[in-house]
């Protein structure tokens, strides 16, 4: 598919990075791959969860305190398929069949760009493995909506399977008051007129310039919308009913939106929204006991009294206190599989360094820095608290939500 037959030479460009082949002979998708790679392509690679984020901190991906909170309190590879996790830890888009994962570069400046705060409503189209859904729940808290459109209904499922996970076995559902995230399978260009608006939005899909009031039209007036239109990330500020803010924050390479198909009869689907949610008396007392505990933890923290080794049950997950190796800020690449295809978008570094002199610095500081052993994962105090109350074990357990240990 790159073979350009009576070229002298090829060159097969995508958003600043070119790839150069001499004729000849067709150049694969694999060799397109391997030159990329080659020619500079520096991925944040971290061993685990905690050092990629490390990474995308240095890089200035990551800038404020409650996007790096939620992204170390869920690891991305817990929404890879088994046998494709020794790469959830890199700078790279992932895809197998309809599942998709965009890279964590990507993930970082949308979260930034989204300026989420605790009770906003979001809706996110294209939502899925649920992995972002399931950061913003953090931030957005019990009193925010979080709302997902998937296009492929197996997608959909695998989301709900891996949040039911998260909200089983995961401590960081203790830290945080998590809004639930809530899927949806159906086309996001065919949601029905009458639904609500939101504070918050972004599309996983690239946006045809006609899409584009269509998009805005989802948004509250004060509400954001991140998107990439027209091979650009986005992020549009509804200033007014009918006045927006349009700034470009970097070069990217999408699949575009699919386009509705019509019935039989000729009609669209309609995509129906889950209506806002009311909470029970139950669960509003349930909400207030949790944050009661959590209080109280974070009080006896202050007082010196510990009980709260992790920030007193704040829901915050500190950065960890081992030594690493100091990472070379420098140019990163993402590579987009979909399909047989290939798509590379170089995405500029704030803080591009190639200095040799940088180089020599980390590979000194690399050879004095012996690696340490990590802590060990930190005890879950919230449930120690609630096991140890004067009450029945069914109302210790809806307390706990009912999660496993």
Request: with cysteine.
């Amino acid at each position: 598919m790159f073979t350009a037959p009576g070229s002298a030479r090829r060159d097969i460009g995508v958003r600043g990075t070119a790839v150069v082949a001499q004729a000849g002979g067709p150049l694969s998708a694999e060799s397109f791959l391997i030159v990329i790679l080659i020619m500079g392509g520096a991925v944040s690679a971290g061993e685990d969860n905690d050092e990629l984020i490390d990474n995308l901190k240095e890089a200035q991906y990551i800038r404020t305190d409650l996007v790096e909170q939620a992204f170390r309190a869920i690891d991305r590879a817990d929404y890879y398929l088994e046998e494709f996790k020794e790469n959830a830890y890199k700078d790279l888009a992932w895809k197998h069949g309809n599942i998709h994962l965009s890279a964590p570069c990507i993930y970082s400046e949308v979260m930034e760009a989204l300026d989420l705060q605790p009770g906003l409503s979001f809706l996110n189209l294209g939502s899925g493995t649920g992995y972002l859904s399931s950061m913003v729940g953090l931030i957005l808290g019990p009193f925010g909506v979080n709302h997902g459109v998937e296009l492929h209904s197996d997608v959909t499922e695998y989301a709900k399977q891996k949040l039911d996970v998260f909200i089983r076995t995961s401590d960081s559902f203790d830290k945080f008051d998590f809004c639930e995230p809530s899927f949806v399978t159906g086309n996001c260009l065919e949601i029905s007129p009458d639904c609500c608006q939101y504070d918050r939005v972004y599309c996983g899909a690239g946006v045809q310039k006609e899409h584009e009031e269509y998009m805005k039209n989802l948004l509250k007036v004060g509400g954001i919308l991140v998107m990439p239109l027209e091979e650009k990330l986005t992020k549009i500020t509804r200033t007014g009913p009918c006045a927006w803010e349009t700034k470009k924050i970097l070069a990217v390479s999408f699949a575009p939106l699919v386009q509705p198909c019509r019935s039989e009869s000729g009609q669209s689907r309609l995509v129906q929204l889950p209506p806002p949610a009311v909470r029970s008396l139950q669960d509003l007392a349930r909400l207030a006991i949790r944050g009661s505990i959590k209080r109280a933890m974070r009080q006896e923290v202050a007082r010196g009294g510990g009980g709260g080794g992790d920030g007193g049950g704040s829901g915050l997950k500190s950065t960890p206190m081992f030594k690493r190796r100091r990472v070379r800020r420098r140019r990163m690449e993402t590579i987009v599989f979909l399909d047989k295809e290939v798509f590379a978008s170089r995405i500029s570094n704030p803080s591009d360094d190639t200095s040799c002199e940088d180089g020599e610095e980390e590979r000194q500081v690399a050879e004095r820095t012996p690696r340490e052993v990590k802590p060990e994962p930190p005890v879950n105090f919230l449930r120690q608290r609630v096991l140890r109350l004067p009450l029945p074990d069914p109302l210790k357990y809806y307390l706990l939500y009912y999660r496993e240990k």
